[in-house]
């Protein structure tokens, strides 16, 4: 599904993020990657989603190579192959929630039916009218849930998606990521500082300058 | 002083990152200023030249001496000069000549002044001859003439060169016989001998004013009551400062107007300012919120903006005064203090800085910026901090409904005032209805703009499933305080300039017909208009009547008359008119008496719009005017357009005018060519009459012509003020537009993730300006045309007392329409190039 | 500069006329033509006293000594011009300037050290101003100059730095000047006037200025002169003085000097106590500076003491103070010395007269 090869990405001479880093994540998989702030876990993230392009190595999703695809192309890909949950939601605040869950659906031509399904999916039935300010924290990130998934991407990249919430719903919240992912048969990539919340992942891999390790308890194998 | 040092950084902070709106903020307010600034300066300084030149006419005398009638009996110079407490007595013989040699160029005529030099010397020394080394004597002798210097120039004459000018029919030689003591730069005069004057000029026994020095322990107002009692009432005495009323009021509309105009121009750049802040607090809100939560109190936080206000203010006026300092003084250099005018035709004035009336529009420019930021902060400041802080909502919570009363309340208070009666002769309300329309039509925008565009996009939603178009709609529709916010820039200008070019156009086409109904004759003669007997005799009417190639001719007499001393002069027309269908000489409104139920036992007069409104003869009224000294009664049978005389005039049957005051000469002739006679026969046989060189021979045509590019000369200034609404309006757009595009950063970085391409967030925005500007165009439109109304009917027959026909200058209109639709749109994109083009990794980000 | 320049060339008109008349010799427009004056011309009064429209200039000049009832001596002038210009005669209109009536007056207080000076001008017309035919009456404004019937004149000068209202009575018949009235003023026959003098008027009225009113009394000499052309071209300027002699005699004296420093042409007459009178030519009369003075407003030069000589007889002349000029540059561009004198014999006062000393500041032909 998902495949690094030798990446190596530095800012500056100083400053060397990743080098040699190489992965694969098979299809259906749901990862949670740890680390240390700093250590390049949304850069990692940016390279996967073609915002960002390594110094040398690939990406490859699918077989495509992200690394080669210009930023239109790029863009392309990533309308209909990838979903994206933000901690800070960022929900469209003049789009009602159904109208920000079929962005993804209409930018691919789809027609927008299934965004009210997912909409319901993540519980949000009779909200669909209503406007993001209407809505609570942990709603908003429901309906980012289902924006992520109403295109039927096959992988799904979610940055600290509870950072904003209160350990409550933050369990609700990730317990719902997983449950979609799964649902919509995608894979998943979960970024996340939080102990807890890698717990939902299938199993965890730790950043580090050295690369990608498999942490020690891994919950689900 | 923390909370100062605070404030100082965070205003440097915001200024730094958003350097480009402040200069356009600062621009708008500078531009206003300027524009305002500069016809103030050049209006003051053309009008202190004309009074200026106007009090050296006058020299040092206390008390002058007029008649109504214009010209009156010399003999009153020796009873006043020996009247009790008179110390000086100086007669002075004022009238225009032509020049022979310009007589056919528009410019033709010489102001002269004949003046008894013993009597001149102690009253009036600046107009005292400068006569060569040992020709002392040709300051009295019989065939000289003193020019100043402007004069000469124009002339293009020197000391002992021979000047011709036109007396009625004839030329009269006068050698050059030196300069003048002291004139005005510009000011274009002749002086000669009285005596001489009277003789040369057909002038015997007249006098145009007697200027009076009084004994120094007189008492003005007591000697002035015991003198009218003693003179006959056709006669006025006024002092200096009467004349200089009378010459501030002459010109006081077209000033008042223009300094209007421009005020409006400055209250166009507050709504861009307003804009501005506006959007610079949304940016900034969850900041400002969060020094709220800090503990900045309501009053420090609205201090914080207002400062901001107060800041951008001082440099956008200071730069302002500056540039229309300059600007005044260039215009006086390159062109003349008239700005088309001809209130102040050939004067050179100096430009004086005058700290107050600078003081006056700096306080101004910053109030404008100061509002602007003031109704920003308010807004802000109110605001429910925790809501704000936690919120990505930044849409203003502005309380639509609230706005909207405000809104009506100033469209229907601006309503009633369009029926209010003029203040002190000047449309002070209709201004007021006018700035009450604006920011009422502004006010309403976030609701007209939530009902357009959430009809629209239901509409297009059923249409059309292009993201694009729909985030744009539901954008304009669901974030519609800001898109108003944008739009009132554009609104506010776009108005403006609808209304000026509606107003100009209906005045233009106004005057055009009005044209062709005072000038139905193909040619038209006047003769030089010197000297009172300077007419056109009885022998030389019959002469023209038997001239081949014509079949009709009319004969005028034209001639000034002063019903109040404080006004000024109203014109007399005495002409042939059909008294049963006087529309068909006239230029009549409808205001008019049935032909056939006119008084038998009284003559009828037919008054300009202007003698109702100033001098009150309406229609129906029996009035008195004086016809050769004696106030003779009529009865107002109509009223008459007329776009020529500003000030009233008054048409009367000939055969009347000619029973009253024994007055069988003529200046002007109307004639009519036959069919067979082309235009050029005409002239010619006119050209060879014998007394040819005194006729001023006109073709309708050409008068038409001459007239219209008159017109455009004088809305040369408004269309200044159109340009520079139009770039106002734009920079509006562009600022507007550009603050939002930063402010909407973390939204187009989503949108970039979610795979939105680049072209797509561009073409988003494009398409959101193209909206935005169609309904400010829309409404600009209406708003535009309303204001239109308001200065065509209200404002124009209030300060100039005419009334005209709407027409609308729908090419130009559409022209403009376009032009800023595009360059709207084109800011947005160029606006958003910015933006997209910044790291959207970042913008999504919440920790950077 | 250019305001001063012009209001001295309007007021040179005034001047020229009473200086020197130089000018209308050069302003030679032949518009007008004016009767001249010719040697055997029998005066006729007091048709006579009256104006002579025809003539191109005319005065009537009044200079004397007056105390005040202060006691204090004060020296005065009076004179009336009439001027005819080249205007138009054809000029139908009451403004036409045809003739020009000119005023000035000024008196010599030794408290005050130095002249006061009044002037007026104006064209004749409207009953303002005028010279009247047939007997001497010149107005202008409310300024007059009159004779009744009785041979009694009455002047009236009124400003509001200076007034003078003086009536003047004759006590000695007239002195007709020249060969009976027939006055050369040069070796051309055509440049001479007719001139009368009459001595010892007996002065009485009263002077106002310095907001004081003071009543007078004392005697004047008037002359009236009239003229076509006066003065050869070659004309610098000329000295002239007038003597009532206290035991009754009177003298006149006169000399026009040329711009080479000679003496053009000189002229007195002498009538004593019993009316003889004794003529003086060119040749008899010298005018001889005793002490000049130099004026501290126009550092010009002046004779202010002289020694006149009138063939045996020798005239001493000590001005009443020495600043007697009047110095009106900057209205009307010149100067000149017009004061009172005492006349000595052998350091004897015998009389008091009027000096007049022209063209010494400049050269009067401009």
């Known amino acids: ?221 | 002083m923390k909370i100062l040092q605070l404030s100082g950084w965070l205003l440097l902070a915001e200024w730094r990152t958003r350097f480009g709106q402040i200069i356009v903020a600062i621009t708008a307010i500078a531009m206003g200023v300027a524009l305002g600034f500069s016809i103030h300066l050049i209006n003051s300084a053309a009008l202190n030249e004309f009074s200026a030149a106007n009090k050296s006419l006058a020299g040092q005398s206390d008390l002058q001496v007029y008649n109504k009638q214009g010209f009156f009996d010399e003999m009153l110079y020796p009873k006043l000069a020996q009247y009790e407490g008179i110390k000086q007595a100086n007669p002075v013989l004022e009238f225009t000549a032509v020049v022979s040699d310009k007589f056919h160029s528009k410019d033709h005529k010489l102001k002269i002044l004949g003046i008894d030099v013993f009597r001149a010397a102690s009253i009036s020394p600046d107009l005292l001859g400068v006569p060569a080394e040992g020709k002392a004597m040709d300051s009295f002798a019989d065939d000289t003439i003193f020019l100043s210097p402007a004069a000469m120039e124009w002339l293009q004459l020197e000391q002992d060169d021979t000047l011709f000018l036109n007396v009625g029919l004839e030329a009269i030689p006068l050698r050059v016989a030196g300069g003048l003591t002291r004139a005005r730069a510009g000011q274009r005069i002749g002086v000669m001998d009285i005596g001489a004057a009277q003789w040369r000029f057909h002038y015997l026994g007249l006098l145009s004013r007697i200027e009076l020095k009084l004994e120094s322990n007189a008492q003005y107002e007591a000697f002035k009551d015991r003198l009218s009692k003693e003179l006959d009432d056709n006669f006025y005495i006024s002092e200096i400062a009467d004349q200089e009323k009378r010459l501030s009021k002459m010109s006081r509309a077209y000033r008042v107007n223009l300094n209007m105009l421009a005020l409006v121009a400055l209250f166009t750049g507050s709504f861009l300012v307003f804009s501005t802040q506006v959007l610079s607090i949304i940016r900034r809100r969850s900041q400002l919120v969060f020094l709220r939560v800090m503990g900045f109190t309501r009053q420090q936080l609205l201090l914080q903006i207002i400062t901001e206000g107060i800041v951008l203010g001082m440099i956008g006026a200071i730069s302002g005064l500056a540039i229309g300092y300059g600007c005044a003084v260039l215009v006086i250099q390159l062109l003349d203090a008239d700005l088309g005018s001809n209130f102040f035709y050939g004067l050179k004035p100096t430009i004086y800085f005058n700290l107050w009336d600078a003081s006056l529009f700096f306080m101004i420019g910053l109030s404008v910026a100061v509002l602007g930021a003031f109704l920003a902060a308010k807004e802000i400041v109110n605001a429910n901090q925790a809501s704000a802080l936690k919120s990505s909502h930044q849409d203003i919570a502005m309380n639509r409904a609230q706005w909207s009363w405000r809104a009506l309340f100033c469209l229907s208070l601006g309503l009633l005032m369009t029926v209010l009666p003029p203040v002190f002769e000047l449309p002070i309300f209709g201004y007021m209805a006018i700035a009450l329309l604006l920011i009422g039509g502004i006010a309403l925008m976030p609701w007209l703009a939530l009902l357009v565009f959430s009809s629209l996009q239901n509409s297009v939603a059923r249409l059309s499933k292009n993201p694009i178009i729909l985030m744009a709609l539901a954008r304009q529709a669901n974030a519609s305080n800001q898109a108003s916010i944008a739009l009132s820039g554009v609104l506010a200008s776009f108005g403006l300039i609808v209304a000026m070019a509606i107003m100009v156009l209906s005045f233009r086409e106004s005057v055009d017909q009005w044209l062709d109904h005072v000038l139905p004759a193909d040619l038209y003669i006047s003769v030089a208009d010197s000297g009172i007997q300077g007419g056109l005799r009885d022998d030389e009417q019959k002469i023209i009547n038997q001239l081949p190639g014509f079949i009709r001719s009319d004969f005028f007499r034209v001639q000034p008359l002063t019903l109040d001393p404080n006004r000024p002069e109203i014109t007399l027309i005495a002409r042939p008119i059909d008294t049963l269908n006087p529309e068909s000489t006239l230029p009549l409104t409808h205001d008019v008496i049935d032909p056939y139920q006119l008084p038998k036992d009284s003559m009828p007069l037919w008054v300009s719009e202007a003698m109702v409104d100033l001098y009150g003869f309406a229609v129906g009224k029996k009035v008195k005017i004086p016809i050769d000294g004696i106030w003779r009664e009529f009865f107002v049978a109509g009223v008459w357009r007329d776009y020529g005389r500003q000030f009233g005039a008054v048409q009367m049957q000939l055969s009347d005018y000619q029973a009253l005051s024994n007055d069988l000469s003529f200046n002007t002739a109307a004639l009519w060519l036959d069919t067979q006679t082309a235009m050029s026969e005409a002239y010619t046989s006119l050209q060879q009459l014998p007394f040819s060189d005194a006729l001023e021979i006109k073709q309708s045509q050409r008068i038409r012509k001459t007239s219209l590019d008159i017109f455009d000369r004088s809305f040369a200034v408004t269309y200044a003020l159109e340009i520079v609404a139009i770039i106002i309006g734009l920079l509006g757009v562009a600022a507007s537009f550009s603050a939002q595009a930063l402010a909407r950063a973390k939204e187009f970085g989503m949108l970039r993730h979610i795979g939105v391409t680049r072209k797509q967030i561009l073409s988003m925005l494009a398409v959101e300006g193209f909206f935005m500007t169609t309904l400010g165009i829309i409404l600009g439109f209406v708003l535009g045309w309303c204001i239109s109304l308001i200065l065509i009917f209200v404002v124009n027959p209030q300060s100039f007392h005419w009334t005209m026909e709407l027409y609308m200058p729908w090419n130009w209109l559409m022209l403009i329409s376009g032009i800023m639709l595009v360059s709207a749109s084109f800011a947005a994109l160029l606006a958003g190039r910015k933006t997209v083009s910044v790291d959207v990794i970042r913008s999504v980000r919440e920790d950077w | ?366």
């Open chain 3, 1 to 366: 500069m250019r305001y001063l320049y012009n209001k001295r060339t309007i007021l040179i008109v005034v001047l020229m006329i009473f200086c020197t008349a130089i000018v209308w010799a050069q302003q030679s427009e032949t518009k007008r033509q004016y009767t001249s004056v010719t040697p055997n011309y029998t005066l006729t009064f007091p048709k006579d006293f009256g104006a002579h429209p025809d003539f191109r200039i005319e005065w009537w000049y009044v200079t004397g000594w007056l105390e005040t009832n202060e006691q204090k001596t004060l020296g005065f002038q009076i004179t009336f011009f009439r001027s005819a210009t080249s205007h138009d005669q054809e000029n139908p209109s009451q403004f036409a300037p045809k003739h020009l009536i000119i005023a000035h007056a000024a008196i010599s207080d030794p408290s005050i050290g130095k002249i006061i000076y009044e002037e007026k001008s104006a064209r004749a017309g409207f009953d303002l101003a005028y010279a009247k035919e047939g007997d001497t009456h010149v107005k202008l404004d409310n300024w007059y100059f009159v004779r009744n019937e009785t041979g009694n004149y009455q002047t009236k000068i009124s400003t509001e730095r200076l007034s003078l209202q003086l009536s003047l009575n004759p006590t000695q018949e007239m002195m007709l000047q020249g060969k009976n009235g027939f006055s050369r003023k040069g070796p051309n026959i055509e440049q001479a006037s007719y001139y009368y003098s009459q001595p010892h008027l007996k002065v009485t009225g009263t002077i106002k200025h310095q907001n004081k009113t003071l009543t007078v009394s004392g005697h004047a000499w008037l002359d009236h002169e009239w003229s076509s052309e006066l003065l050869d071209a070659r004309a610098d300027g000329w000295d002239w003085v007038s003597m009532n002699l206290f035991d009754g005699s009177a003298l006149v004296a006169f000399q026009i000097r040329g711009k080479d420093g000679t003496k053009l042409w000189a002229y007195a007459q002498q009538r004593n106590m019993n009316g003889k009178t004794r003529f003086f030519d060119t040749e008899q009369v010298d005018f001889m500076p005793v002490r000049t003075w130099q004026s501290p407003h126009t550092n010009a030069w002046y004779p202010v003491e002289m020694r006149i000589r009138t063939s045996e007889l020798e005239w001493q002349l000590i001005p009443l103070f020495d600043d007697q000029e009047l110095d009106s540059r900057s209205s009307t561009g010149a100067a000149y010395w017009e004061g009172a004198v005492s006349i000595l014999k052998n350091q004897q006062i015998i009389g008091q007269g009027y000096l007049e000393l022209t063209g010494y500041e400049k050269s009067l032909d401009l």
């Open chain 1, 1 to 221: 599904m998902l495949e690094l090869r030798h990446i190596s990405k530095s800012y500056s001479k100083e400053q060397q993020v990743f080098t040699d880093l190489s992965y694969i994540l098979k299809s259906g998989e749901y990862v949670a990657i740890m680390g240390d702030s700093g250590v390049g876990k949304s850069t990692l993230l940016n390279l996967i989603a073609g915002l960002d392009f390594p110094d040398s190595g690939e990406v490859l999703i699918d077989g495509t190579t992200m690394s080669q695809l210009d930023d239109e192309m790029a863009t392309l890909f990533r309308r209909k192959a990838l979903g994206f949950i933000f901690q800070s939601f960022h929900i469209l605040p003049h789009l009602t929630v159904s109208q920000n869950v079929a962005l993804p659906l209409l930018l691919n031509g789809l027609p927008g039916n299934r965004a009210n399904t997912l909409l319901a999916e993540v519980g949000l039935q009779g909200r669909e009218n209503d406007f993001p300010d209407q809505l609570s924290g942990g709603e908003l990130q429901r309906v980012a849930i289902a924006r992520a998934l109403v295109h039927q991407p096959k992988l799904i990249l979610a940055d600290e998606p509870t950072g904003n919430l209160d350990p409550a719903t933050a369990h609700e919240i990730l317990q719902l990521i997983r449950n979609e992912i799964k649902k919509n048969s995608a894979s998943g990539i979960l970024v996340t500082h939080s102990q807890t919340a890698a717990a939902t992942a299938d199993y965890i891999l730790t950043l580090t300058p050295q690369g990608l390790i498999p942490a020690k308890a891994s919950p689900n194998p």
